[in-house]
């Protein structure tokens, strides 16, 4: 099965201002404020595009970040509008893509379809639209609605984005009334595991966000995702798969188990039961945080990560704070640029990635080393480009062009 980018893989930095994880704001070394530093956001990513990164990804929710006793110990709870945020940031860069995420379930499709063609048209062809349905009840309370049931938020997704894609082939076709984005369409990026996830994926998705343990369940995932895409009708290659991945640059592998530790150490029990709770969507404020997983019951929050979570505390026999604190932390992985790069180069070469969504626990140290000396082992590895080699997003990872599309000129 060919790679979407043969013989080199993507990368993808999701960028949370204070850090990947929830407790990295909390290292010593890390610039805790960066969450609302805009100056802080335009250095990091100029130090991105200097390593040549696919792109950089801002998240969202329609709400704080966090809820509860755990929300005054989160850097995250404010935010950047991710479009703001990112419209700005690309006036200060050249060639990096720049990722939003915008609401399927919450934003009307004329809303989406301008303000993704605006981006694109501010970054020159750059910009990429992250679809989420958005799963929160507070998110749902922010707009005085109920929250929608799983299979049916997919249904409403499905059916906006046909919508927007519609508008933005008008433009193209010459309805003046309409955006058109240079690329033709923004490059369309999905995060889901589920079965209706892994649909929707296969019918839209250009870039597949995936949350995987290890190689083997990497590779299934993989294959399955590749194996839709061809039963709806599209080409494997033209869908990747970028699993998350979490690097910690260490002088030697000695020293990472000891850094990784630390890091877990920094995880309030407030943290540890709010995070849970909003994952697997059951209030655990009754249950002992060293006692037990209790019986959890169906509910409307992501099903993949829910599934991935019971399934790895069960099979463990994890506490609720042990599950919390290990799941914080696991997809770190820690080591010398060596060690890091052959963790990439396994993946990809074995079929579990064609790129990576890469999320630094606490910034910006962690980045800048992962820029300084794990980028320059994978090229040395002939894994990963000295430069940009198109003029925007999709040219850069290979996707097609929108057959209508203008060009990736500045505006």
């Known amino acids: 099965m060919p790679h979407a980018l043969a013989g080199r893989l993507a990368l993808g930095v999701l960028l949370h201002g204070s850090g990947g994880h929830w407790a990295g704001w909390r290292h010593p070394e890390a610039h805790a404020a960066g969450q609302l530093d805009y100056a802080f956001h335009e250095t990091l990513a100029r130090e991105l595009e200097r390593g040549r990164v696919d792109v950089l990804f801002r998240p969202d929710l329609l709400a704080a970040w966090g809820d509860g006793p755990g929300l005054h110990r989160s850097a995250r709870a404010d935010h950047f509008e991710p479009l703001g945020l990112l419209s700005g ?100 990026f999905q995060a889901g595991s589920s079965e209706a996830g892994r649909a929707f994926a296969a019918r839209y998705a250009e870039v597949v966000f995936t949350d995987q343990r290890d190689l083997a369940s990497a590779r299934r995932f993989y294959a399955d995702v590749k194996e839709r895409v061809r039963a709806a009708g599209r080409r494997p290659e033209h869908v990747q798969v970028w699993p998350a991945f979490w690097p910690l640059v260490t002088a030697t592998d000695e020293e990472a188990p000891r850094q990784v530790a630390a890091l877990r150490a920094l995880v309030h029990a407030d943290v540890a039961r709010q995070w849970l709770e909003e994952n697997l969507g059951l209030d655990l404020s009754r249950h002992d945080l060293d006692g037990p997983l209790p019986e959890i019951p169906p509910t409307d929050r992501s099903e993949g990560r829910r599934e991935l979570l019971l399934r790895m505390g069960r099979e463990r026999s994890m506490t609720v704070r042990r599950l919390a604190e290990h799941f914080l932390s696991r997809q770190i992985v820690a080591g010398t640029p060596a060690t890091i790069a052959d963790h990439l180069q396994e993946w990809y070469e074995e079929r579990g990635a064609d790129g990576f969504m890469v ?34 997003l999709r040219e850069n990872l290979g996707l097609p062009r929108h057959p209508l599309a203008r060009g990736g000129r500045r505006v």
């Not at 080393?369 to 590895?381: A, T």
């Open 359 to 392: 999320s630094f626990p606490y910034l910006p140290g962690p980045l800048v080393d992962f820029v300084d000396h794990v980028i320059p082992e994978l090229r040395r590895r002939g894994l990963f480009p000295d430069a940009y080699e198109g003029h925007g």
């Open 89 to 188: 940031l690309a006036g200060a860069t050249r060639h990096i893509g720049v990722v939003a995420t915008g609401s399927t379930t919450y934003w009307r499709p004329a809303q989406l379809a301008r303000r993704f063609a605006t981006a694109d048209l501010l970054s020159g062809g750059r910009a990429g639209w992250n679809v989420v349905t958005s799963v929160l009840p507070q998110e749902a309370a922010n707009f005085g609605r109920a929250p929608v049931p799983h299979d049916v938020r997919y249904q409403l997704a499905a059916a906006v984005l046909d919508d927007v894609r519609h508008r933005w082939d008008l433009a193209h076709a010459g309805d003046r009334a309409l955006l058109a984005p240079p690329q033709g369409h923004p490059v369309l």
